[in-house]
């Protein structure tokens, strides 16, 4: 263990230790706010000057993660900025950006790459870098190590770099940051004992792996188990619906088996900014070893296509009432990605809505957490939340139950719903009401 190694080590134990958040979103302000709550200074960095601001006002941007928290952030010494050059207060550089698919649905790493080099013209020795974006297995050694040891910087022995993925799970009131278990792998020896310092401090259970590349591919397996068994149970509601067979129902039943199920639950397709993309991080990178990755693809498959089918299955159910899609009103009900989240990362019920226009649908949408739709990077609509009364419901031609949030009032939305398809399982099949 080098003197850099030791230095860091104990300032990160006694909690002199700043620690730079890079990236102030989902996983970054909780993992801010954590860090400070136990006595560090926290640095955050963001590129939206926005984010940035409300923080620095004391303000959360976030629905799940209360105001109150980021005031008592600010108090305890928390600053954000989008000045990189500030990198040199931080002795850890935690990065929590995106990695998002490119349009041929390949790992787009431009964000870690364009936020390292942003930071490694100012980094200084005795630093610790932690990625804790999802990515596939090789990115920390042959990506971020040599951009390191580009600008003079001993990986090991000077500085040290560390793999740690996220495993955020927005809106989930049973686990928190520190109480969720966190993976980690260091490029060396010194590496994972740095590593296994900072996070000793904040997480309960910090569990320490032989290689960032072990790290990399644990966070992949926890998303790709998820995006199978989803992809299986979406199936088995196709097979369940052609038999007239409620899929809930099945699922339910055979949850009771106290060994060797797990219930997972079908839907309009994955959301998030994990499940519907780790995949193809994994696949993308098999292939370079001469693998195909059959069964994870088509689980992939068979996830990207239910849109489809519950839009087939809502043009069905207007036909059958001498409707065409084309001019009917449409009202969406949930367009956050999961119940009860602001998170609109990846969310199908977002192509829902772009399938259903195209086809000439007036569509609407009702969200308690979404007030007004968000600017995103590849979906535009003009849109505030409809609020749900008896009036505003019986309006439509269909309501379409995308995200099943707690807060809506379905009995309310069953009595004056004229048409009903769904696709979380909420209603009772019926007259008004159509299972997809």
Known sequence: MTEACDRLISRLNDRTAVIGIVGLGYVGLPLAIRFSQVGYRVLGLDIAPDKVDALNRGESYIEHIAAADVSAMRETGFEATVDFSRTPEADALILCVPTPLNKYREPDLSFVLDTVDGLTPHMREGQVMSLESTTYPGTTDEELMPRLEAVGLKVGETTFLVYSPEREDPGNPNFTTNTIPKVCGGVTASCLDVGLALYGQVIDRVVPVSSTRAAELTKLLENIHRAVNIGLVNEMKIVADRMDIDIHEVIAAAATKPFGFVPYWPGPGLGGHCIPIDPFYLTWKAREYGLHTRFIELAGEVNSAMP????????????ERLKPVRGSRILVLGIAYKK????????????LMEKLRDLGAHVDYSDPHVPVFPKMREHSFDLSSVELTADSLASYDCVL????HARFD????????TLIVDSRGKFAAGDSVVKA
């Open 401 to 404: 139950l995308a995200t099943d």
């Open 410 to 417: 379905y009995d309310l939305i069953g009595r004056h719903a």
């Open 340 to 351: 009860n989240v602001d998170d609109m990362r990846e969310s199908p019920s977002v192509i």
């Open 308 to 319: 489809d089918y519950v839009v087939a299955k809502l043009t069905k159910a207007l036909n």
